[in-house]
């Protein structure tokens, strides 16, 4: 049994794992030991007292048998936790090694003397791998979760960079690089993990006594994974850019064909205009100039009005989009300063993973949003504008620059809700840098303060109740 134990609860897995490991043996040992005992005495009940050892060998089967270890079962199957898993069949083990092979039970008499030696073993097992696991090969759940924090923060600017890229080029082949493939790999894989590393990381800091810095680090883990789905409202927004366009391409393709038909009867010339371009992108390519360059009171009516053109297209709205945001470049320049301020945070080098925050990237950050505020809501103006000075002949080509007129609002509307929510993560990690290096309430056990649970929970409902907590 105790090399059973030794390998159930093996030591190839963090401090926080084990620290759980032995939670789950310890719960397990009490669980067989009450059920045991308990056993025994209603086994004693039934032969001394009622004189009925066979009614009381029924109950037994019955009750403790089946509905004690029943109950090992359906927790096994309810939780799905490999440790919960493990210490269910440890449960099991040493329940039925009581229960069927020491015959204190049958006999209806009280014997503590294998639940002691049951112990034991369990002892011996649990303390052979803790020694194992702290000394010899010592993880840390904390060190990996931030370890895959700072490689989650690292994909996603990469990721970031290449979907606005894509985006405004009108090219899809970044979304299908190698550079993009291995940046989403490797998020998915750390993204994966962060959950489980939450769970073994606060049971580190909580036998370290570092409660505030565990809630902080949890608050950061769910920036993360808020900050990952609108990630997934960048993509979708370029996606649904692609594919709108193909869809226009199809249709002015068929269209084309039938005017080209009708002119060879001398009904009227077809329109003629280009759709893609010798890069492979479906956008005409925006020269982007600086800002004095261009002439004051410019807007892109009269640019419109200056250049006769055929009915504005999909193609033709993204491109005033983009042009109308290129010159003053806010959203590149927003997208780089997200790109760099993703590069310095939240951790440093390995192996200590510090907290590295820099006081001029909240400055930085909160220009780039302002100036890009400004061109998103002059942009999104004009473009609407542009769309109502024309006149749309079918409701077709209307639901078509309403598709992409909303696309391009969804667009810029994520690129902003991403630049903010950045600015949230850099005050968690304000607050993290100085619970770490000052420690400024010292270190708390308050979990260890058994007379303050009923207290605490009190006042949190209360704080609920008042609008004045957020329930984690």
Not at 87 to 106: D, F, H, M, R, Y
Request: hydrophobic residues 45%.
């Amino acid at each position: 049994m105790v090399a059973t134990v030794t390998v159930y609860f093996h030591p190839a897995r963090s401090q926080g794992g084990m620290i759980k490991a032995l939670i789950c043996a310890f719960l397990a040992f009490c669980y067989s030991a009450c059920l045991t005992i308990t056993s025994m005495f209603v086994e004693m009940f039934f032969q001394d007292t009622l004189e009925l050892p066979a009614l009381g060998h029924a109950v037994v089967l019955i009750v403790f048998c089946g509905g004690g270890l029943g109950f090992v079962g359906w927790t096994k199957q309810r939780l799905g936790d490999p440790l919960v898993n493990v210490a269910c069949s440890l449960t099991a083990l040493s329940t039925i090694t009581v229960l069927t092979k020491e015959g204190a039970v049958q006999s209806g008499d009280l014997s503590l003397a294998k639940i002691f030696q049951v112990l034991k073993m369990v002892l011996m097992g649990v303390v052979a791998v803790m020694i194992v696991s702290f000394s010899i090969f010592p993880i840390s759940a904390r060190r990996k979760l931030r370890s895959n924090l700072a490689t989650v923060t690292d994909t996603l600017s990469t990721m970031m960079a290449i979907i606005t890229e894509s985006f405004l080029s009108g090219s899809e082949d970044e979304l299908t690089s190698a550079e993009f493939l291995d940046a989403e790999a490797r998020h998915r894989k750390a993204y994966s993990q962060l959950d489980r590393l939450v769970r073994e990381a606060k049971l580190e800091h909580y036998v370290a006594g570092t409660e505030k810095e565990y809630r902080l680090e949890k608050k950061l883990v769910r920036w993360v994974q808020d900050i990952t789905h609108n990630m997934g409202g960048l993509r979708n927004a370029a996606s649904l850019q692609f594919s709108l366009i193909r869809e226009t391409i199809a249709r002015e393709s068929g269209s084309l064909e039938e005017h080209a038909i009708m002119a060879q009867a001398d009904y009227f010339t077809p329109l003629e205009r280009s759709w893609s371009f010798p890069d492979g992108s479906f956008l005409e390519p925006i020269v982007e100039r600086p800002e004095e360059e261009l002439s004051p009171g410019v807007s892109v009516n009269a640019s419109a009005e200056s250049t006769p053109k055929p009915a504005l297209l999909p193609a033709d709205v993204f491109t005033i989009f983009i042009s109308h945001l290129g010159p003053s470049m806010e959203q590149r320049s927003l997208a780089f300063t997200l790109k760099e301020i993703f590069k310095e945070i939240p951790f440093g080098p390995a192996p200590q993973y510090k907290v590295s925050v820099n006081g001029r990237l909240r400055i930085s950050l909160d220009r780039a949003l302002e100036l890009y505020k400004e061109s998103r809501e002059k942009t999104l103006a004009s473009l609407y504008q542009q769309k109502e000075t024309i006149n749309l002949k079918t409701h077709e080509a209307e639901a078509d620059l309403e598709e992409v007129s909303a696309s391009c609002g969804h667009f810029s509307f994520s690129l902003l809700e991403f630049g903010e929510q950045l600015q949230e993560m850099l005050g968690i990690l304000d607050e993290l840098q100085l619970e770490v290096e000052e420690r400024p309430n010292g270190r708390s056990w308050s979990w260890l303060k058994v007379w303050r649970w009923s207290t605490t929970a009190d006042a949190k409902m209360d704080a609920i109740d008042a609008g004045a907590y957020t329930i984690p």
